[in-house]
Every structure is written in C-alpha cells, then in structure tokens.
C-alpha cells in the first residue's frame, strides 16, 4: 500500500452541509480509483480524533447497498473512512422490507442524495440461483429467502445464455438493475426524493479480478465518466 494522500484530509461526517449527488458519485469514483492505485487518504485512515468527532452525529454522503460477501468491503473499496458512507450488506445485494427501510432512513435522517446498489463479479448468491433454477433444491428456507429475490431477475436469461461464465456475468448485473429499479420505484419516500431531484438511484457493479467499479446503471448522461 502506498503513503497515504492528503485527499479530503477533514472527515466529510464533520461538515453539517449535505453533498449533492454529483458530488458524491465523483467522489466515490476518486475513492475507488485510488483503491484501484493502491494509494489511501489520510481521511480514510480511523484516528481517536475522527472517533471522538463521530460519537454524537454522523454525515454520511451515500448509501451503498452491497452484497455481504467478506471482500467487496465498501468503504475500503471507495477509499472512505468513518461516517462517510451509510452501508446496507446483505448477500445478493437484495431489496428486503428492512433493507429499504434502512436506506430509507438514510436518505430522510441524513439527507443523503446517491444511493448505490453493488453487485460483484462471481457473486455467490447470484450463482446459487442459477444453481436453483437448473436443479430446485435449498437447505435452508431463508437461503431460499434470498434466492426467490433475485429469481424473476435472472430466470428470462438462462434459455437465452448457454456459456455459463457469460450467464453469471449478465445475471449479476440483472440482479443489480432489479435492485435499483426496486428502490426507484418501490418506496414513496425515496420515489418522492428522486422527483424530485434530491435523489440519484445507480447500479455498480464491483471487479473482483481488478477492482474497479462500473457504474453502469442509472447514471445520468451528464455524469457518467
């Protein structure tokens, strides 16, 4: 790992004024491009001083909704450190009762703009899936939970895709797409803020092989890289 850069040095939870979501994507996309370097900002980096700032309030400046899978860690991926970024986990990156409820608290405690929904490449939970579909056999009822979520996503693909390493990859990205369209259109809180124009609902999809983040879905022509 690389020293450290002075790249937004004050935790961005210190300031009370909210970004706009413009600004948080391209932030986002500096953070990860310097994960992607191999380079960290001091801001990044926990101190007691950022811990003790953090303890009464925090400022987050996206929500991320990612998979639980132990190496798509968000924050480290976005080169992000404490109180930056507001994390849902859970396997298959899904859209869950409790899950929106959570980015939807976000969005309305906190004022947060962008809401990032993140698959992975290889994910698990998609794979499973496939693996469902093709032989209909689950151990556990709330593994089962999660597959019947992604279900209606990938299920149109697997007649039209015989490689197996291109239906994961084009299933993985359905998956994203359905989450995001979910939030977009699933929530009256969060259908309000993105009418008006207070909200940005995009899919990402994060390389495990290199690292980057595509952010391939939702991204209005003006802001895309």
Same mark, same amino acid.
């Given at each position: 790992?690389?020293?450290? %850069? *002075?790249?937004?040095?004050?935790?961005?939870?210190?300031?009370?004024?909210?970004?706009?979501?413009? %600004?948080?994507?391209?932030?986002?996309?500096?953070?990860?491009?310097?994960?992607?370097?191999?380079?960290?900002?001091?801001?990044?980096?926990? %101190?007691?001083?950022?811990?003790?700032?953090?303890?009464?309030?925090?400022?987050?400046?996206?929500?991320?909704?990612?998979?639980?899978?132990?190496?798509?860690?968000?924050?480290?991926?976005?080169?992000?450190?404490?109180?930056?970024?507001?994390?849902?986990?859970?396997?298959? *990156?899904?859209?869950?009762?409790?899950?929106?409820?959570?980015?939807?608290?976000?969005?309305?405690?906190?004022?947060?703009?962008?809401?990032?929904?993140?698959?992975?490449?290889?994910?698990?939970?998609?794979?499973? %899936?496939?693996?469902?579909?093709?032989? $209909?056999?689950?151990?556990?009822? *709330?593994?089962?939970?999660?597959?019947?979520?992604?279900?209606?996503?990938?299920? $149109?693909?697997?007649?039209?895709?015989?490689?197996?390493?291109?239906?994961?990859?084009?299933?993985?990205?359905? *998956?994203?797409?359905?989450?995001?369209?979910?939030?977009?259109?699933?929530?009256?809180?969060?259908?309000?803020?993105?009418?008006?124009?207070?909200?940005?609902?995009?899919?990402?999809?994060?390389?495990?092989?290199?690292?980057?983040?595509?952010?391939?879905?939702?991204? $209005?022509?003006?802001?895309?890289?």
């Amino acid at each position: 790992m690389n020293t450290p %850069t *002075n790249h937004d040095a004050v935790p961005q939870s210190s300031s009370p004024k909210q970004i706009d979501f413009a %600004t948080a994507l391209q932030r986002l996309r500096d953070g990860n491009r310097r994960f992607v370097q191999d380079v960290r900002s001091i801001a990044a980096l926990a %101190t007691t001083a950022q811990r003790a700032a953090l303890a009464s309030a925090q400022s987050p400046f996206a929500v991320i909704l990612s998979c639980a899978d132990s190496r798509v860690p968000s924050e480290m991926v976005f080169d992000q450190g404490l109180g930056s970024l507001f994390v849902v986990r859970v396997a298959g *990156n899904i859209v869950a009762p409790s899950l929106v409820g959570s980015i939807e608290y976000a969005v309305d405690t906190f004022g947060v703009q962008l809401v990032v929904v993140m698959g992975h490449t290889s994910c698990g939970a998609v794979k499973a %899936t496939l693996d469902y579909l093709e032989h $209909p056999a689950v151990g556990s009822k *709330n593994v089962l939970d999660i597959v019947e979520r992604i279900r209606p996503a990938v299920a $149109p693909l697997v007649s039209s895709c015989s490689d197996h390493n291109a239906l994961l990859s084009a299933a993985t990205r359905a *998956n994203v797409r359905a989450s995001a369209s979910q939030l977009r259109s699933g929530s009256p809180l969060l259908k309000s803020q993105l009418e008006a124009g207070r909200l940005l609902v995009v899919g990402a999809e994060y390389s495990l092989e290199t690292g980057v983040v595509d952010m391939f879905d939702g991204v $209005p022509a003006s802001l895309r890289a």
